[in-house]
């Protein structure tokens, strides 16, 4: 069996002291609660203080769960209701379009797919969810990169890989394809990632009219493209399919 880290079993378990109270607990409490010496306690709370997951009140001396703990759980909830909210609407997008459909977030320096329904034909196909995809390169990437300030700057400092040559690697290139997909409402990916491969994709917001994911199409070129453009009644469906979910998510009409 693999060794733990006595240190942070000991944080997840004062996180998990503080979430489960209805009140402010002081350093003693902590402390009595996990068994720990007061030093402990308190060299433990001081760092995730630091880090944003503990705030202490000025007055009393008394922790609480922080912002940033708060921040993490309210973005597990946010992948899950947008997964949840973009079920159907997916499905459908399928359907309507013949090809297969990505629902993706950012997650670190890439794009973490969510959720994937397959080409609605009998082709073998393997199911990506969990799978990240570049930033800078895919459709659905282009997209979190035009809307969400974090995905700019990870694909902005990032390095962009050249993985066809069509691939945007400049830096004055990539922002320019950037105010274009913000303008338009929606990113394009012609060979760019994959020979062969192209994809659309649109934003999806939430209640507070910010972007937390997109959704795209992906198939093989001669079925996507007319000519050198993507059809465009796969851009219609794309962008219908994102409003819907985003409406579901609280933001409205866009």
Known sequence: MARTIQS?????????????????LGLSEVAAALGLAKGTAHGILRTLQQEGFVEQDPASGRYQLGAEMLRLGQSYLDVNELRA??????DDLARSSGESVHLGVLHQSGVLIVHHVFRPDDSRQVLEVGAMQPLHSTALGKVLAAHDPVAHAEAVEGGREAFTGRTVTGAEEFEA???????????????ETWAGVASVAAPI?????MP??????????????????????LVAAVRDCARAVS????????
Do not use: P, Y
């Open 8 to 24: 942070l079993e000991r944080a997840a378990a004062m996180l998990r002291l503080l979430a489960g109270g209805e009140r402010r």
């Open 85 to 90: 909210r973009a079920l159907v609407w997916t």
């Open 177 to 191: 394809v950037l105010d274009l997909t913000r303008a338009r409402g929606w990113a394009s990916d012609i060979e």
């Open 205 to 209: 917001h939430n209640r507070r009219r």
């Open 212 to 233: 937390v994911g997109a959704v795209g199409v992906t198939g093989a070129v001669e079925r996507v493209c007319d000519g050198a453009e993507l059809r465009s009644r």
């Open 247 to 254: 409406r579901d998510l609280g933001a409205g009409r866009f």
